[in-house]
């Protein structure tokens, strides 16, 4: 449930009528909702009840400071991939106590800032990885906080792209591997063991691969506590899917219940959990205009002011997101249409054969465009990336604005 609804036919974002918002700030537009976020994260807090346990926004999924800061505002942790991320949160106010560190290629830059602002916990991927944090935290006569990012091998039944769970992806260390490196860890003089952790995939529709992975990890904290390896906590990834057309993922109140069942053996384990998408995505959307219509003996073309720089899912995962008019009142004459970009390539297309009643200078909203949309954003084609509002109520403010040209090459200089 979003609060992105009609209003006697009238798109709204909360009570601002997203017409006035495009009127205000301009177009393409990303517009997010501060309700539809708190709620999403309170329904994944809430559902654990009493049982210790830490959401950790995935930052990946829309890193924009006024997020981080609404997330750090209700207590939220983070899962970060990089100092750029971490820098972030610092930035939005966020706590570095409660900041996971997820990643396959931490650098000893990141390690060490990691360790210098005191994050909560390393999610290692790898052997070399975890010696480097123990030879840096040594050389800052600190101990470093690790997990092992366990691959369960376990099919997320996603798309190809985000499935990270498998033996073929790059991500964590082997099932078989991990009592072995847990080993060698305990014995390494500046690590410190808390926790185990596993990713398996985004935009997962069904519980059964949450629950497969769960089941793999528990049997290793078991065999691992037999060692004499003890976890406080289990952190288990974020990837809970959203409905961007008739998809019907699990509610994170299903999906925690599932969980809990699986860990009341555990009632001491701290469970970690680190959704991004179930929590972003459809708190937002992306407002274009349509500039041009166009036709041919094929197709007729709504060709709009945002393209796959602004939003590439469509474009690198045959992403479905759907597309809707943002003012019912107008009297339109609805055809098919593929929404198309500006950019000079054929993939750059926001939705392809969709129904829509619109008319050149309507505005047009891509739904679910909150996970994943600006974050990815880029400037091809050197437009200037978009501006970022984020309703609350009654007001829109303005939580980045868009990109002057200059600033296209500010970075850039001539040879002498
Ligand atoms: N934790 C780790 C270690 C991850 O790699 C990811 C996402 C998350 C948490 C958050 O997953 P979520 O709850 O958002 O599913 N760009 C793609 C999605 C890539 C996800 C990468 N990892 C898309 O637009 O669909």
Known sequence: ???????????????????????????????????????HWHAFDKAFGDHPHLICFAVKSNPNIAILNVMAKLGSG??????GELERVLAAGGEA????FSGV????????RALDVGIRCFNVESVSELKTINRI????????PISLRVNPDVDAKTHPYISTGLKENKFGISVDEASA??????ELPHIEICGMDCHIGSQLTELQPFLDATDRVLVLMRQLK???????????GGGLGVSYRNETPPHPTEYTTALLQKLQAYPDLEIILE????????????????????SNESRNFAIVDAGMNDMIRPALYQAYMEIIEVDRTLARRPALYDIVGPICETSDFLGKQRELAIAEGDLIAQRSAGAYGASMSSNYNSRPRTAEVMVDGEQAHLIKRRETYPELWQLEQMLP
């Open 275 to 294: 959704p991004g998408r179930a929590i972003t995505a459809n708190a937002g959307i992306l407002l274009s205009k349509v500039e041009y219509l166009k």
């Open 78 to 83: 983070f899962d970060i991939v990089s100092q």
């Open 137 to 144: 935290a040594g050389e800052k006569g600190k101990i470093a």
């Open 105 to 112: 290629a931490k650098t000893e830059r990141e390690i060490a």
């Open 181 to 186: 490196v847990y080993r060698l860890a305990a």
């Open 1 to 39: 449930m979003d609060f992105f609804q009609y209003r006697q036919n009238r798109l709204m974002a909360e009570q601002c009528a997203v017409a006035d918002i495009a009127r205000q700030f301009g177009t393409p537009l990303y517009i997010y909702s501060r309700a539809t976020l708190e709620r």
């Open 97 to 100: 106590g409660k900041v996971v």
């Open 226 to 236: 037999q060692d004499g390896i003890e976890l406080r906590h289990l952190d288990l």
